[in-house]
């Protein structure tokens, strides 16, 4: 009985001795990926043709007409505390899809700084790094009775490298760094849903869910889901035009968010073809006049994609307005 009350008071020990990761549920989100999406103000979780919906919505990799490979790149002018955008300018996905499945790297979170805080007389300098990557196998099958309707599953394998050193001045003099470096590993389950009839789509896709990061010396982070739920339509001649919410589950996250976007794609025989998109985004009970809006340009030529994305936003650390830009180079396979 002993030896068990001295087991357990370790194990307690143990556990109020951990504190809480420095990476944030919504650092984890990482930015948005794809020009496309970026230009439609991320409105595509209807979509059945774009190997981006690996990440969007894997239902939709089901009526994918041909593989494709691409890749996207990502530079803001300044910080962001929407999950749009974390981490400094850099390639930050990459994937391979074709019908019915998909692979994918995506940079979530890249981080440098160093912070100065007084605790009293002393002064605390605390340096911290950090980065996080998702790797992403999604799969996509139709529904053997309708045709017009997909499920599909993304399982991620979540890898977190940090390393944090403090010290204290005390006077004129600094401590000895007290420094932990530690890498950790999660996992998160995205499950999606596409159907409609022409030239009407629907498509809902659940993000993050059961999703977890466990650490050695901190408290494991979970992951907060976000749902997806949006319509597009198109007859294939006119403007396609989409229209799509997103919300965090949970009490104390951003409130739902609206979107809505449209392209025009103008065809040069010989030369390929153009594609103009715009798009626009509200939180539901934000200020009169206070929104996002966005613009791209898309360039095909025989298997080549180009995609560029400029993205204005109000969601910097000060308050005010900033800009955002992405590019994506896609190769058809087939």
Request: hydrophobic fraction near 40%; glycine fraction near 10%.
């Amino acid at each position: 009985m002993q030896k068990r009350t001295i087991l357990a008071s370790l194990a307690l020990f143990s556990a109020s001795c951990l504190s809480a990761s420095p990476i944030d549920w919504l650092t984890y989100q990482g930015p948005a990926v794809g020009a496309r999406a970026a230009a439609l103000s991320g409105s595509i979780v209807a979509d059945d043709n774009d190997p981006n919906l690996t990440f969007w919505n894997p239902a939709g990799l089901a009526n994918i007409k041909w593989s494709m490979a691409s890749c996207s790149y990502l530079h803001s002018m300044g910080l962001l505390f929407d999950p749009v955008f974390s981490g400094p300018k850099r390639l930050n996905y990459l994937v391979f899809a074709g019908k019915g499945m998909g692979i994918a790297w995506r940079s979530a979170a890249r981080y440098i700084g160093s912070d100065l805080t007084l605790e009293g007389a002393d002064s605390v300098n605390t340096y911290l790094k950090y980065g996080v990557d998702e790797f992403a196998v999604a799969v996509a099958k139709k529904d053997d009775l309708h045709q017009s309707m997909s499920l599909g599953l993304s399982a991620k394998l979540i890898s977190a490298r940090m390393t944090e050193v403090k010290q204290k001045k005390i006077d004129t003099l600094w401590s000895q760094a007290d420094i932990t470096d530690e890498n950790g590993i999660g996992y998160g389950l995205d499950l999606g849903f596409h159907g409609g009839r022409e030239p009407f789509m629907v498509g809902i896709n659940v993000q993050n869910l059961m999703g977890k990061v466990y650490w050695k010396d901190f408290d494991d982070d979970k992951l907060k889901p976000k749902i997806y739920g949006g319509i597009s339509w198109h007859n294939g001649k006119l403007p396609k035009i989409t229209a799509s919410a997103e919300k965090f589950w949970g009490k104390g996250v951003p409130e739902l968010k609206y979107m809505a976007g449209g392209e025009y794609k103008y065809n040069m025989p010989g030369y390929g073809a153009v594609v103009f998109r715009a798009g626009a985004s509200q939180y539901r009970k934000s200020p009169d006049g206070e929104y996002d809006w966005s613009v791209g340009l898309g360039y095909i030529y025989k298997s080549i994609l180009v995609d560029a994305a400029s993205m204005d936003q109000k969601g910097s650390i000060d308050g005010t307005r900033q800009k955002t830009y992405m590019a994506s180079l896609s190769l058809f396979l087939e």
